[in-house]
């Protein structure tokens, strides 16, 4: 069974940088779609940023130029560098990853807190 433990959450304060870490265990089927979602305090989940199996890239406007998703020709790790961030960047981090080929999937990370200070 597929599984996704993120780590690397933090405090800092706002202008500074967190690198974000999603670990896969199990087996990643491609095409898949890897991304960070994240949930600020009392908001709904929003997108972050995607890639997928063949390094396509996508990002929410809010984070454009200043987060960048990368990972593993396996899947096995996607990172998240967030540079600049500032207070709204506050929330819990969520890894997920679907499937999009005839397998169909999808697993939630647990989620890491990342807080930024003004």
């Known amino acids: 069974q597929e599984r996704l433990t993120e780590s690397g959450g933090g405090s800092v304060r706002a202008g500074e940088s967190l690198r974000l870490s999603c670990a896969a265990s199990?087996?990643?089927?491609?095409?898949?779609?890897m991304g960070w979602y994240r949930q600020p305090p009392g908001e709904q989940r929003e997108l972050v940023a995607t890639?997928?199996?063949?390094?396509?890239?996508t990002y929410a406007d809010s984070v454009k130029g200043r987060f960048t998703i990368s990972g593993d020709s396996d899947g096995k790790t996607v990172y998240l560098q967030m540079n600049n961030l500032r207070a709204e960047g506050t929330a819990v981090y969520y890894c997920?990853?679907?499937?999009?080929?005839?397998?169909?999937?999808?697993?939630w990370g647990q989620g890491t807190q990342s807080t930024v200070s003004a």
């Open positions: 997920n990853v679907k499937g999009r080929g005839f397998i169909s999937y999808e697993v």
């Open positions: 890639i997928d199996s063949v390094g396509g890239e």
């Open positions: 199990g087996v990643i089927v491609k095409p898949y779609t």
